[in-house]
């Protein structure tokens, strides 16, 4: 199991008016909790915690949290945001064990071009980004492949037909369409309305130079 590193301080006093101070100091209050011990307060360096968001799916990453030098394996349950400013306002970690299992959801990577893009001028809809998954913690993959390769023009893959390593198991609905092969959009040229006439005009100017000659 690869696990990323990221280091935290315990902080002894909880509320609101903490946080605010915390976070007007350039960090993140935190708590991490688990089957065999307690909620703990935590504090996080703000910079270093937007770094490692932004470079790890963090959902499906194990996280060796170093908390005053003692180490956990750990996983991001959940990440607050403000709601306009590019601050992060709190974060839950779930302290991990061995041989209990956690979902997580997991990245898809699509492999290949689909037969109906190279032949038919299609297009590959990508609708599921991700797979909610059931395993152990030991054996959270980093992403799941999909071959699109013999993907023909309205067909579609689902997520129960995805093959899965060894040890994981679905928690998405296996019904749910991930990707699907679209046919090429064209663009029907506007045609003139059934029995319309671009000739009446001409007929009507016919018509007026008929009359002038009868009354002559």
């Keep these: 199991m690869a696990t990323v590193p990221f280091s935290a301080t315990t ?20 708590v991490i909790y688990g089957h065999a011990r307690q909620p703990q307060p935590l504090a ?14 963090y959902q499906s990453t194990v996280i060796a ?20 400013k590019k601050q992060i306002l ?27 893009v190279r032949l038919s001028g299609g297009m590959l809809d990508q609708i599921l980004h991700e ?7 030991t054996n959270i993959p980093g992403h799941i492949n999909v071959d699109v390769t013999a993907l023909t023009i309205g067909h579609s893959i689902h997520a129960g037909e995805i093959a899965l390593p060894a040890g994981v198991t679905l928690r998405s609905n296996p019904d749910a369409t991930v990707c699907v092969c679209a046919a090429p959009r064209v663009e029907a040229e506007a045609a003139p309305a059934e029995g319309a006439s671009t000739s009446e005009p001409e007929l009507i100017r016919k018509a007026k130079a008929d009359e002038e000659a009868e009354a002559k």
């Design 11 to 30: 902080r002894g006093t909880t509320g609101k008016g903490v946080a605010r101070k915390l976070r007007a100091a350039g960090q993140v209050p935190a």
């Design 131 to 137: 797979l909610e998954l059931d395993c152990d913690p």
């Design 65 to 84: 949290l170093n908390v005053d030098g003692t180490s956990s394996n750990t996983l991001i349950r959940e990440v607050q945001r403000h709601p306009y």
């Design 90 to 116: 709190h974060v839950d970690f779930q302290e991990l064990v061995a041989g209990e299992t956690v979902t997580v959801p997991v990245p898809l990577h699509f492999v290949g071009t689909p037969e109906g």
């Design 44 to 57: 996080l360096d703000h910079h270093a915690l937007t770094l490692f968001l932004e470079k790890h799916p």
